[in-house]
T-cell receptor, first 116, second 110 residues
């Protein structure tokens, strides 16, 4: 149990376009989901915390108008990178916290975004 | 702000040797500490989770210790195998947030 999926696993897009990444908890409900960004050989950086039915909480320095997060259901959160630029190229990973649990985050397999 | 450091950044050992991976953190008021494995281009696999009240956790060939007062954790992998080659990440939880180290990339040579 406790499987988190991400779609797509890889995406290549042109500069100026928008890209949507989905994060789904497949066999449990997740009131809270997290979005991370990982640069090569660097640690995961928390971008935002997504709570079902409410606005996401963004970390300092993360542009909320550029990285739109929607958590419309207890099993789905989406991250939309708007007007993507090459510097947005990165590995994006989501995680989900099982409802009524404050302990373990379950991580998705990640999405590799390349902006040309 | 929590800072997590992992040393060394990379490690190469012959098969069969024991591995010792270090993690240090600056804010000792943690809720728990977790060790993850990450294969290239993949997500994270949780290996061990140590609650703040615990001193260690074991799973098979893996053993992780936690010294909260000194802000340190060590992951031991006994009798390493080529399949253990991966990047190992340490993460500490304060409140609801996980703060990650940059990882130690391990190569086990056959």
């Amino acid at each position: 149990g406790a499987v988190v999926s991400q779609h797509p696993s890889r995406v290549i897009c042109k500069s100026g376009t928008s890209v949507k990444i989905e994060c789904r908890s497949l066999d449990f409900q997740a009131t809270t989901m997290f979005w991370y960004r990982q640069f090569p050989k660097k640690s995961l950086m928390l971008m935002a915390t997504s709570n079902e039915g409410s606005k996401a909480t963004y970390e300092q320095g993360v542009e909320k108008d550029k990285f739109l997060i929607n958590h419309a259901s207890l099993t789905l959160s989406t991250l939309t990178v708007t007007s993507a630029h090459p510097e947005d190229s990165s590995f994006y990973i989501c995680s989900a916290l099982r409802t009524r649990s404050t302990d373990t985050q379950y991580f998705g397999p990640g999405t590799r975004l390349t902006v040309l | 702000k929590q800072e997590v450091t992992q040393i060394p950044a990379a490690l190469s050992v012959p098969e069969g040797e024991n591995l010792v991976l270090n993690c240090s953190f600056t804010d000792s008021a943690i809720y728990n500490l977790q060790w993850f494995r990450q294969d290239p281009g993949k997500g994270l696999t949780s290996l061990l989770l140590i609650q703040s009240s615990q001193r260690e956790q074991t799973s098979g060939r893996l053993n992780a210790s936690l010294d909260k007062s000194s802000g340190r954790s060590t992951l031991y992998i006994a009798a390493s195998q080529p399949g253990d080659s991966a990047t190992y990440l340490c993460a500490v939880k304060n409140d609801y947030k996980l703060s990650f180290g940059a990882g130690t990339t391990v190569t086990v040579r056959a």
